[in-house]
């Protein structure tokens, strides 16, 4: 029986890796698109709904440093923000895993991988994709990043925003 999980998109040079995750993922997803090489992929992206990726992060011959898959994550992040992308690659530390947080990964899974935490990594980063969240959370975050980005200035924070000095220290305690 197949999850309500719809499409997820793998993106890996090995096609033994792909044949392990069509595996793996049989059942949790309803459709398994996959792709040798990221070519392809901001136009598969036009074409498909996709609701979770799996990206690789080295895809040139003898260069293991991710950046690939920093570039490839950039373009999909510019293009289709609200699709969750789980990085995954064979050689991994630490301070990869964080760029690609920081640069809008959901999440970071090292090769080999654990099948349950694939599976539970990418059943996490769908749900919360799907979140909803309520508008005074997204106004409440919005306003602390913008104070802030102006090192606690107010003046000129409210400024930014277009509100008043005291309509923004009313929803800054808030």
């Not at 992308?85 to 809008?104: M, S």
């Not at 970071?108 to 979140?131: G, H, Y």
Request: glycine fraction near 6%; include cysteine.
């Amino acid at each position: 029986m197949k999850s309500n999980y719809g499409t997820i998109l793998v993106v890996d040079d090995n096609p033994a890796i792909l044949t392990a995750v069509k595996i793996c993922l049989g059942n949790m997803f309803e459709r398994i698109l996959t792709l040798t090489s990221p070519d392809s992929l901001l136009m598969t992206l036009q074409q498909e709904h996709v609701d979770v990726i799996l990206l690789d992060m080295n895809f040139s011959h003898g260069i293991n440093s991710g950046q690939d898959g920093l570039l490839w994550l950039s373009a999909i992040h510019k293009r289709h923000p609200d699709i969750p992308v789980v990085l995954i690659t064979a050689y991994a530390d630490v301070k990869l895993a964080v760029r690609g947080l920081k640069n809008g990964a959901t999440d970071f899974i090292a090769k080999p991988w654990d099948n349950d935490e694939l599976i539970r990594v990418l059943k996490d980063s769908i749900d919360k994709a799907k979140e909803v969240v309520p508008l005074h959370e997204i106004e409440k975050q919005h306003v602390k990043k913008v104070v802030d980005k102006c090192h606690g200035n107010m003046s000129k924070a409210a400024e930014l925003l277009g509100i008043t000095r005291q309509t923004l220290y009313r929803k800054y305690q808030q």
